[in-house]
T-cell receptor, first 112, second 113 residues
């Protein structure tokens, strides 16, 4: 079993839709949770960063962490064509020097 | 502008011909890392460095070498490339060794024939 699992998609939605992207993980030691966005032919860039369980909102984006279920989500409200990208979840352990583990990514297309 | 710069962006080479992919960051970050990205497998760490002259293996280090002689530079060396090293490579850096945002370069697409 992979440490971090993510539905690869592709996911195609109409403009204005609410998008839900999800990851599950197996290691209960993970405490830092991130979402990166990667446009085609570009490097990933950090979108959201959360510590432990709970919700965090930033504009149209909401990150949700449920440590009891080992499940994290990213919600995009009022999706725009510019949101079309691959979304990577990532996580690491508080006590580890690094070891950021990435999910394989979900490809999202927002159709005008 | 804060950035991580990789070169070359695209490279086609042949089996066994040594090559180096350079990486430079201008943010004075202590931590730097190399990843490869393959379809269905996501980003996998090759090597990382917590500071000058301090490097260690990641998850997939076989066939790669690195060095960290200066804080800003972290080159990735393929001494004898093989076709299974055909991939998209990313260099990343961050300020802290244990937490915080990873800043990625734009990627280097390598094809080994």
């Amino acid at each position: 079993q992979k440490e971090v699992e993510q539905d690869p998609g592709p996911l195609s939605v109409p403009e204005g839709a609410i998008v839900s992207l999800n990851c599950t993980y197996s290691n209960s030691a993970f405490q830092y949770f991130m979402w990166y966005r990667q446009y085609s032919r570009k490097g990933p860039e950090l979108l959201m960063y959360t510590y432990s369980s709970g919700n965090k909102e930033d504009g149209r984006f909401t990150a949700q962490v449920d440590k009891s279920s080992k499940y994290i989500s990213l919600f995009i409200r009022d999706s725009q064509p510019s949101d079309s990208a691959t979304y990577l979840c990532a996580m690491n352990r508080k006590t580890s020097y690094d070891k950021v583990i990435f999910g394989p990514g979900t490809s999202l297309s927002v159709i005008p | 502008e804060a950035q991580v710069t990789q070169n070359p962006r695209y490279l086609i080479t042949v089996t066994g011909k040594k090559l180096t992919v350079t990486c430079s960051q201008n943010m004075n970050h202590e931590y730097m890392s190399w990843y490869r990205q393959d379809p269905g497998l996501g980003l996998r760490q090759i090597y990382y460095s917590m500071n000058v002259e301090v490097t260690d293996k990641g998850d997939v280090p076989e066939g790669y070498k690195v060095s960290r002689k200066e804080k800003r530079n972290f080159p990735l060396i393929l001494e004898s490339p093989s076709p299974n090293q055909t991939s998209l490579y990313f260099c990343a850096s961050r300020d802290s060794y244990d937490t915080g945002e990873l800043f990625f370069g734009e990627g280097s697409r390598l094809t080994v024939l």
